[in-house]
T-cell receptor, first 108, second 115 residues
């Protein structure tokens, strides 16, 4: 079983709506947890980096949270735009454990 | 003025051949990486170099040999290509090397297809 599990696998929302993506991990200890956005056919782009002692980190309309006790992280996207359509990947840095990603589609 | 560039973008080759993928970054970063993304979209780190020195070498077959002529370049040479090597290979760079604490910048990827 992968040590970093993301849910849902895919998500479709309407433009302007908010959404939350989940990342549960079993890796411990770790130095940081990162969220990436990957457009189809492109390399990943870093959204947030949180150390294990941080609870939240924002980057524009993206807000990541981390609960080290429950080993859960979430990425909240506010006021979604069509350009948010991409895969969102959670990475736990303890030997670089990648989640499989959540495929988000934003429809007009 | 691409920050991290890779060549070629697509590579189609026969089993058993030897091929190279090149990566260059113009960000002045000290650390470069190679990742492999398989058909299930999982990314896995393969290698990491800091100032031309190897600092991470995951369990990668020794058919894969990274070479860093200078800290702006990290090339990946693959010998005796196998069907299972088919994947997208991403190069990345970051300023710092310690525990991936710094923002990584990824290249556009090289899609390798082994026939």
């Amino acid at each position: 079983k992968n040590q970093v599990e993301q849910s849902p696998q895919s998500l479709i929302i309407l433009e302007g709506k908010n959404c939350t993506l989940q990342c549960n991990y079993t890796v411990s200890p770790f130095s940081n947890l990162r969220w990436y956005k990957q457009d189809t056919g492109r390399g990943p782009v870093s959204l947030t980096i949180m150390t294990f002692s941080e609870n939240t980190k924002s980057n524009g309309r993206y807000t990541a949270t981390l609960d080290a006790d429950t080993k859960q992280s979430s990425l909240h996207i506010t006021a979604s735009q069509l350009s948010d359509s991409a895969s969102y990947i959670c990475v736990v840095s303890a030997g670089e454990r990648f989640g499989a990603g959540t495929r988000l589609t934003v429809k007009p | 003025d691409t920050a991290v560039s890779q060549t070629p973008k697509y590579l189609v080759t026969q089993m058993g051949n030897d091929k190279s993928i090149k990566c260059e970054q113009n960000l002045g970063h000290d650390t470069m990486y190679w990742y492999k993304q398989d058909s299930k979209k999982f990314l896995k780190i393969m290698f990491s170099y800091n100032n031309k020195e190897l600092i991470i070498n995951e369990t990668v077959p020794n058919r894969f040999s990274p070479k860093s002529p200078d800290k702006a370049h990290l090339n990946l040479h693959i010998n005796s290509l196998e069907l299972g090597d088919s994947a997208v290979y991403f190069c990345a760079s970051s300023q710092q090397a310690s525990a991936f604490t710094d923002t990584q910048y990824f290249g556009p990827g090289t899609r390798l297809t082994v026939l």
